[in-house]
């Protein structure tokens, strides 16, 4: 199947800086790819998707200007957490697919970003 | 919009029984996707077994099976011959065939006990 790589694994940063995670489609292009977060003991909970080349769309309840999202090429997407706080503290998770104009694409996931705000 | 449910939070069996896990969705579509997904505690996440809904015929993948009811809006996964290796996270999840975004249900905690 097709591989999905995040960088970094894990983070730790002090609260009130930004932190960049990647998502990277290493054999495929992914025209749209999804981020998630996943409370401990949760389930995962979509934050937005973004299309290659445009901007992203984003789930209600989600903070655009605090979680900024670019997919600026077809194997990259980018999130940044903007202004961390101890409340961001979570696992991220990326998920990539590639719109091959069939009823149904299969999404491959990222192995995930453990974030830790101090 | 569409919810997923799995109401069972814990479970666990011994190695080469036979497991069923529990989900029930809701939806006003007629066309989507449904998924197990399996998550050890690598947190990677694994596709199990997927189930277009327009298809009446149940999936399965090899010790894997699913119970798929339209009408009653359930999607149980039955695992066979449970292994070790099966211990994990369980979601359940829902696609609907436009926007084709990925609903998770909450999750049940799989240990295969040897």
């Known amino acids: 199947g097709a591989v999905v790589s995040q960088h970094p694994s894990r983070v730790i940063c002090k609260s009130g800086t930004s932190v960049k995670i990647e998502c990277r489609s290493l054999d495929f292009q992914a025209t749209t790819m999804f981020w998630y977060r996943q409370f401990p003991k949760q389930s995962l909970m979509l934050m937005a998707t973004s299309n290659e080349g445009s901007k992203a769309t984003y789930e209600q309840g989600v903070e655009k200007d605090k979680f900024l999202i670019n997919h600026a090429s077809l194997t990259l997407s980018t999130l940044t957490v903007t202004s961390a706080h101890p409340e961001d503290s979570s696992f991220y998770i990326c998920s990539a697919r590639d719109f091959a104009g069939a009823a149904y694409n299969e999404q491959f996931f990222g192995p995930g970003t453990r974030l830790t705000v101090l | 919009a569409q919810t997923v449910t799995q109401s069972q939070p814990e479970m666990s069996v011994q190695e080469a029984e036979t497991v069923t896990l529990s989900c029930t969705y809701d939806t006003s579509e007629n066309n989507y996707y449904l998924f197990w997904y399996k998550q050890p505690p690598s947190r990677q996440m694994i596709l199990v077994i997927r189930?277009?809904?327009?298809?009446?015929q149940n999936a399965t993948e090899n010790r894997f099976s699913v119970n798929f009811q339209k009408a009653a809006k359930s999607f149980s996964l039955k695992i066979s011959d449970s292994q070790l290796g099966d211990t994990a996270m369980y979601f359940c999840a829902f696609m609907d065939q436009g926007a084709q975004k990925l609903v998770f249900g909450q999750g049940t905690r799989l240990t295969i006990n040897p």
């Open positions: 189930q277009e809904a327009y298809k009446q």
